[in-house]
């Protein structure tokens, strides 16, 4: 049996739900140092602003564990903690309000030590998320498969589950990343499998902006066809923004987000007689800022132009110096090329408003 997003145990996240739905929700990670409350904040008001569900930042000290109550108070989304091994940072950002915890029990040692965190999430209702990295597999699966396989990373995700499953916490969402894409897809695949719990889909260290999100989109995207992963992050060496804005146009190519607009452009050719290139551009980052479902289409030409206009809400196709200008299928008028951006957002900014009141 493959558990399949909607058929895997639904987990709360703060006032999120993970798994048990086709919903995918997305998540990124602060690039600041936890403890600058004002720069984190900041960061993450920048998140929320571009369609961030939930963010994590690393708990790596002290004063970033403290940092987690203040920052609480600013955001609005929920907030997670990346800890590796120490389990009074973990005890300490549970005791501050964080939401959710990344940390694998394996890894925090004495039994007492993994029965306090975990008596602490059952608390206050705080689910973990356990995060196998093909960098960083135990050594004891390192000797028995002798470099990391899926099969190695399915094997250590069953084993700090198992950790979880004897203290009876089910509250359990899981990754199993790689940077390398094949590994990553069979590793997820083999897992949705064996494990009931939501999958967090990620390619590690996938790269810059533009490689990494090639390498993401041919990974979480073969993924997510498949209905496998509840919730996802970009991992980019970029702003995160980026990661949020790359994540949601991949969910918008699998019709698993509601609330994004889609831009249909031409890849243009000799027929064209208009800037396309620039005005796509234009439209796409004036498009990025809304949160309704908003079809727009920018065609060099009238060759197909009017066949997608009539798809979407609104659309132009390009002719000599001016443009057809289409809504909901209908052409209204024809525009200079110099007004087409700023006719078009006028156009986008009405249709939005109706979607914001229907
Ligand atoms: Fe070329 Fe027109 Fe097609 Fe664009 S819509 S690719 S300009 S034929």
Redo the contacts with the bound molecule.
């Keep these: 049996m493959t558990f399949l997003r909607q058929d895997t145990r639904p987990v709360k996240v703060g006032n999120l739900t993970i798994g048990g739905s086709d919903e995918v929700i997305i998540q990124s990670m602060c690039t600041t140092k936890t403890a600058d409350v004002a720069a984190t904040v900041a960061e993450i008001l920048r998140l929320e602003e571009a369609g961030c569900q939930m963010v994590r930042v690393t708990v790596n000290n002290e004063e970033a564990a403290a940092a987690i109550k203040e920052i609480k108070k600013q955001i609005h989304i929920p907030l997670v903690a990346d800890i590796h091994f120490n389990y009074k940072l973990a005890l300490q950002a549970i005791e501050n309000g964080i939401d959710k915890v990344r940390i694998n029990p394996g890894n925090i040692g004495r039994r007492e030590k993994v029965e306090a965190v975990v008596n602490a999430c059952k608390e206050k209702g705080i689910p973990i998320r356990i995060g196998v990295n093909a960098g960083s597999l135990e050594q004891h699966l390192l000797d028995k498969y002798g470099y990391p396989t899926p099969e190695a990373m399915v094997e250590s995700a069953l084993y700090h589950i198992g950790i979880l499953e004897e203290l009876d916490f089910h509250d359990i969402i899981v990754s199993l990343k790689a940077s390398d894409v094949p590994m990553a897809i069979e590793a997820y695949t083999k897992a949705a499998e064996v494990i009931p719990y939501p999958l967090h889909l990620g390619i590690t260290e996938a790269g810059t902006l533009f490689a990494g999100t090639v390498k993401s989109a041919a990974g979480i995207g073969a993924l997510l066809s498949r209905g496998i992963g509840s919730t996802l992050r970009i991992s980019l060496s970029a702003d995160p923004v980026e990661e949020v804005k790359v994540a949601r146009e991949l969910l918008k190519s699998f019709g698993l987000i509601a609330n994004a607009p889609t831009l249909v452009s ?4 000799g ?2 007689d208009i800037d396309l290139f620039s005005i796509a551009n234009e439209v796409e980052e004036y498009l990025s800022s809304l949160k309704v479902p908003i079809k727009v289409s920018v ?3 009238a ?3 009017p066949g997608e206009a009539r798809e979407a809400d609104i659309g132009i196709a390009g002719a000599r110096g001016e443009g057809m200008l289409f809504r909901y299928g209908e052409m209204v008028r024809k525009v200079p090329e110099a007004e087409l951006v700023s006719e078009l957002k006028k156009e986008i900014d009405h249709i939005a408003k109706v979607f914001e009141e229907t």
């Design positions: 031409c890849p243009t050719c027929r064209l065609l060099g030409c060759v197909n132009g």
